[in-house]
C-alpha cells in the first residue's frame, strides 16, 4: 500500500520560510521522480518543482530561485524548502509520484502580507 504523508505546512508572514517534508512507504523510493504541486480555491493544481532519482530538479518560473526540492533517499523522504514566500504562495502544497496516480493528502500554506 502507497503512502504519501505531508507536512510541514502552516502559516507564515511574506517573506519567512517553510520547509514541506513528504515520507513516502510501499513505493522503491530512490527510483520515484517526486514532485510538489500546489492548489488554491478557484485553481487548477500546478507544478511547482520536480526531482528525478539522480536529484536533476526543475521547477515553476513562478518559484524558481526561491524554492529548493531535495530528497533523502535514507529516510524515504522529499523535501521542499521554500523561502521568500509571497502571499501568491498560498495553497494546499501535495506531493506526487510522477507517472502514477499516488498523491499526498495535501498540507496547507498560508502566507499572510
Known amino acids: 500500500q502507497v503512502q504519501l504523508v505531508e507536512s510541514g505546512g502552516g502559516l507564515v508572514q511574506a517573506g519567512g520560510s517553510l520547509r514541506l517534508s513528504c515520507l513516502a512507504s510501499?513505493?522503491?523510493?530512490?527510483?520515484?521522480?517526486l514532485a510538489w504541486y500546489r492548489q488554491s480555491p478557484g485553481t487548477e493544481r500546478e507544478l511547482v518543482a520536480r526531482i528525478s532519482s539522480r536529484s536533476d530538479t526543475n521547477y515553476a518560473d513562478s518559484v524558481t530561485g526561491r524554492f529548493a526540492i531535495s530528497r533523502d533517499n535514507a529516510k524515504n523522504t522529499v523535501y521542499l524548502q521554500m523561502n521568500s514566500l509571497k502571499p501568491e504562495d498560498t495553497a494546499v502544497y501535495y506531493c506526487?509520484?510522477?507517472?502514477?496516480?499516488?498523491w499526498g493528502q495535501g498540507t496547507q500554506v498560508t502566507v499572510s502580507s
Open positions: 510501499g513505493i522503491v523510493f530512490s527510483r520515484a521522480v
Open positions: 506526487y509520484v510522477v507517472g502514477t496516480s499516488w
